[in-house]
């Protein structure tokens, strides 16, 4: 490195602002996931997709609830589990953690591409201290202040521990036979002496909760240093640290439910998903067995953890329809 490159680099947000393109990244791919599960888990649950027609989203026309709408709308097309009902009068309303789907997802997409545009500016800038100016003066500043980073990188675990409490509703209301229209209590192989998928929906509870704490402002902290003369910092690497653990949480979130619905799903039969999530489905029960009596979950769940985090499952509907 020749002069000032060292401290470019170190004094100022350039940590915190990659940290953030790492999210945006993985956001984007786990935001679609979600668009996924969600509409695994409303064909699990004798949902309807009703409520993701075009002309009611131009009623509340945010851009991020369009597209998960439209993505919802697509991976349903053509579900012969949800023809079999479409008459059924006796579920007036989906829950909210089915029919909300689309303006949670959308809110975190909005919340998503704030962050991006915030991201595009500060790689566009100079934020080290001090400046060297056009005319070659040398000028003390505070450009290298991280607030504008931090206040995102806490936007961005509240979306995401939002769009995982979501996730982890619908997939309760899988396991709990007065709320899952005919699906056995856990999804067990024998009721009484399985404990079918219980564990893992405590697992999933427990990344929640503690994606909940991670969603706490990290940018509303700060320690003074160097005498008083650094008397309000960003605290965006903290920010950015729990935005890390909380992106992870989600992948895992995600994965419960899609290995929920999936099994949910197989215990519907002869009855299928749509084309699209069919082919998830049956790739998730292969991978972990699917129905069956009790067995270890951690490994499945892993499994299909790292299929999330890949995007493999969602190449797999990708393959068969348009998702966003």
Sequence with gaps: MAEKEGLALLNGTDGMLGQLILALDDGANLLATAD??????????????????????????????AVSAANMARLLAHSPIVAS???DMSQVQDAYSLRCAPQVHGA??????????VADIELASAIDNPSVLADGTLSSNGNFHGAPVAY?????AIAVADVASMAERRTDRMLDVHRSHGLPPFLAKQAGVDSG?????????????????????ASVDSIPSSAMQE??????????????????????????????????????????????????????????GGPG????????????????????????????????
Excluded at 37 to 50: M, V
């Design 108 to 117: 975190a997409r909005d919340t998503f591409t704030h962050a991006a545009r």
């Design 231 to 288: 008397d309000h910092v960003s605290m965006g690497w903290h920010a950015a640290r729990k935005l890390r653990r909380a992106i992870d949480a989600l992948s895992d979130v995600l994965a419960i439910e899609l290995v929920t619905a999936s099994r949910a799903m197989a215990l519907r039969a002869p009855l299928l998903a749509s084309p699209s999530t069919q082919a998830v489905v049956d790739l998730v029960n292969t991978v972990t």
């Design 36 to 65: 996924l599960s969600a509409a695994l888990s409303i064909q699990a649950l004798r949902g309807t997709d009703q409520t993701l027609r075009e002309e009611l989203q131009r009623l509340r026309p945010h851009p991020g609830q």
């Design 85 to 87: 009902h479409a008459a």
């Design 197 to 217: 998928l219980m564990i893992a929906q405590y697992t999933q509870a427990g990344l929640v909760a503690e994606m909940k704490r991670l969603a706490v402002p």
């Design 293 to 324: 009596h009790d067995r270890f979950l951690s490994p499945e769940l892993r499994r299909v953890g790292a299929m999330v985090r890949s995007g493999e499952l969602l190449q797999v509907a990708r393959s068969l329809v348009e998702i966003h």
């Design 152 to 156: 995102v990188l806490d936007f961005l």
